[in-house]
Each structure stands twice: as C-alpha cells, then as structure tokens.
C-alpha cells in the first residue's frame, strides 16, 4: 500500500511504500502526532479502519459508535440491537457480529446438510478469536452458551460475562476481532497498541495479529519505544511540531540503517529541546540532579556509562540531518589527559575540570554557597574543608600517581599496538620494545611531582583535577562544617539551593559551568 502523509512544513509531504510492513508514528506529547494520525485517516477514506482500545470499551455513545470505524463494518442492525440490550460500546459490537456471523454459518452448514449436501462447518472469525485469545491467556476458555459469551477459568465451575474481564483481557478480544473485520487491504489503524496491556505480551500479541491480516498495513501511534522497536522493518515517522495555524507538521521518517540505540532513540522522539546525554542511573545518580538544574535549557537524558554518553552523543550528532537539534554529552574527566579531554570536546562531549561529578559539589564556590545557605561563614568553612581535602590526596599521593600512570599507559598500549605488522614476529618485537618507550616509571615519577606541587602550593583546584577518591566529601567534613549531618544532607542542600530563584542558585550554577570551560554566556562549546 502507498501511503502518503500529511502536509510537511518545509519540504513535500513524504510518501512511503509499506510492501506490508507496519508503520509507526511516535512523538513527544503535544507535538502533533493525534492530529497527524487522523489526518491521515481521513485521506485515506474507506481504506482506513482505526481501533483504540480506550475508546472501544469506554465510548458508549451511540452516535459516536455507529461514525466508528467497528460501527460502519457491523452496521445500523447491529449497533441498535446493542442499545437495546443497553451495552454501547465498540467491544459490545464485536461481540455482537462475531455471534451474529457464528448463527449465520451455522444456519447455513444446517441448509445446505438438510439439502443432502457434504459439507462441513467453515471456520469462522470466532473461532480465529478464541484460539489466540486462549492462547494469550492460558488457563482461561472462552464459551459460546445460548447466543451470550462467557468465560471461565479451566478447572473450574464458575462462569462469568466479558464485564468481569480485566481491562487488558476485553482489550486483547477487542483488538483481535477487530481486525478480522477490518476490509481488504486496508489500513489498520491502532491507537496506543500498549495501552492495558502487560509488556510480557504486548510485542508477541501484535506480531500474532498482524499475521491474521497480511493483506492489511498496520499503522500505530505509540509512546513506547520497547514496542516500536519491536517492529522489524517498520517505517517509523517521528513527528516533531504542528503548526495549527498553517495546518502543517514538521516529521521525518527514522533511518533504521543509522545503528540508533534505544536510549539515543527515546532522546530524539521525546525531547522538544535540545538533548544532554549524561552517566548515572537517572533517579539516585548525582548527575541526575545536577546537571537539570544547571543546562536547564536541555533536555536530559541519562545512559548510565561513560561510553554510552559518547556513543550516543556521535549517533545524535550524526542523525542531525534530520532532526535538527543539537546534543552534546557529559563525561567524569576521571583520568583523561588534556589531550583526551580536548578530544571529547571536539565531539561535543563536555568534561569538567574536575575528576569526577562528586568533586563538583567541592568547588570553593559552592562549598561557600552551601555555607552561606547554612547560616555559616564560608571563609571559615572553605578553609577548614580545602585544607582536609589537601591533607588526604596527600596521604594518598603515591597510590593516585599510579592510578593516572595506570591509566596513561593503558591508553599509549592501545595506540601503540593498532598499527599493522606482516607477521607474529614484527608484532613481539613491537610489543617488546613498549616498555622502553613509554617507560611507565618516568610516567609515574612526573605524576608524583605534579601532585606534590599541589599539596606544597595548597592548590585545591588542582588536587580536585586529578582526584578521584568518593570518599572525599564525607572525609572533608564539609557536611557538618555547614551544620548538616552527613554528605546526603550537603548533596539535598546543594540541589535545593539550585532550585529557589536567587543569588546562592546563580553562583553554583555559575561555577558548575566554569567547571566545564564555560563562559557566563555559553552554554556549550562553540561548534
């Protein structure tokens, strides 16, 4: 089926050609993808059959019912013979024609059989229903008993009406009759296909109702990324923006070829600004809170690793074709060297001139802010805490010095060695002469002075530079220098002050964004 879609705001509106594959239309909310949809239904015409499950077991109003795409295909005799047993709804409906057909073929089988004739009972749209809604939900059967529907549990008496079913058990019967009637080669509509359904069977249901209608397209809106992806070979059309008065969206279709994770492609349907991928677990992580309240005007997304913040920062980027939006990323500096750091710069993946997101929260100016907030005097307090902190890297100089050696010459390994070599012999020689050339000892003696200067300059910057050690802002008594009780207290007290409007707020957001090279006026590095 060619399908072509509504009006786009700066190009032709996009026509694709589904050769049977299910198209999904996704989108943040408010941007359009409703209106997007129906607009799509209506150029369509009767080729469009459109199911919801919201609406199907909860619009009960008869006119609506019989303008719906259930009530066209049952018709008027149906939709007044459910009125009047007082259901209205488009579940009822079904329900209705699929026990309207089932007399039909029965009464059928029964003529042509009294007419002498050797024929058997076709199988039957209610039959198809049963099989995979039981096989949804094993343990339960579906019963046809004097003209009504009735269910049950297997080993047991008890027999009740489809009002007694869950709203994810009506809507797995709903979805599936529905579109057994939908027409020929017609577009199938599905509003919301995860809607009252559990995760464990959303994806292996629709795969097994899209094979009941392979003549069908099966076009879905959906919020869900597990279920999108779950779509082999789906065009998926992203739309971004409406414009209501030009009557016109802005979309695109996603590439599929361009390898597009699942969190890079949660950050492209759903952000309305531009997209800041960053570590941490996105609910307890520090960076979570943090960094929200300082690139307020991002969009947030958290990944988890290091890597992933870098592998999706260059799949965005490499997306922005389409897309047009900017992202960039965040990273601890950990152990990089200038030269590595610069490099994540060049890719637009910002890293701090601190070792790691908890040194941030020890900056002097925000240890002082947190003072102030306190009611404590924040010379007083920055002093005591910058000399605690100088006072442990010293004592753990050595053993810092080797970590940052560690790492320097895990990274020079890793240039060294990528090079080519003819024969397993060039490769041990090669390997045999790295110890020479990057001499780790001479390494790590340069570390050791570097570090010591810091201690002997009391240089707190530096020391928070190359610093990795969580244990500094509880051992730095910074908590209780400010009147808190614990480094839980001084994290909340940090976020709450980012939060109230005011100067304490302006100063660390102020010196969070020094922190990553960036001027007052900057929010990211220039392109």
Known sequence: MKITFPKHRHD?????????????????????????????????????????????????????????????????????????????????????????????????YKLLKAEGKDVSLQRTRLDRVIELWQDVFPGNRILVESGRFLFSRVNTDDRYSAFRLSDGEQAVIYYIAGVLYAPANAAIFINSPEMFLHPTIMQALWSRIELLRPDCTFIYTTHDLEFTSSRAHATVVWVRDYDQTAADWEYSVLDDSANITEDVYQAIIGARKPVLFIEG?????????????????????????????????????????????????????????????????????MVPEVAEIENILMLEDVVKAVARGCGRDPRRVFDKVSRAVISQFSLALKQQALLHTRHRVKRLVEYRIDGRFSDIAMLESHIMKLHDEIAPRKIYEEYCRQFRRYVEQNDYAGVLKVYNQKSMLPASNVAALCGLHNKDEYISAVIDLLRKPGEESQIIRKAVKHCFGLDDEMTVYPS
């Open 12 to 108: 032709n509106p996009l026509t694709v050609e589904s050769a049977g594959a299910p198209i999904v239309i996704v989108g943040a909310n408010g941007a359009g993808k409703s209106r997007f949809t129906s607009q799509l239904i209506t150029s369509l015409g009767k080729s469009a059959f459109a199911l919801s499950a919201l609406h199907g077991l909860y619009v009960r109003d008869s006119d609506r019912l019989r303008q719906s795409s259930v009530g066209l295909i049952c018709g008027n005799e149906i939709v007044d013979a459910a009125v009047s047993a007082g259901h209205c709804n488009e579940l009822d409906l079904l329900l209705s024609q699929l026990m309207h057909d089932e007399m039909l073929n029965l009464l059928n």
């Open 281 to 349: 677990d996105g609910v307890h992580s520090i960076d979570s809170k943090l960094y929200p309240l300082v690139f307020t005007e991002f969009t947030v997304k958290s990944l988890g690793s290091c890597n992933k913040v870098i592998e999706a920062t260059r799949s965005f980027n490499d997306l922005n074709g389409f897309h047009h939006m900017d992202s960039y990323g965040i990273v601890d500096r950990d152990r990089r060297d200038d030269h590595e750091v610069q490099y994540l710069r060049g890719k637009r993946v």
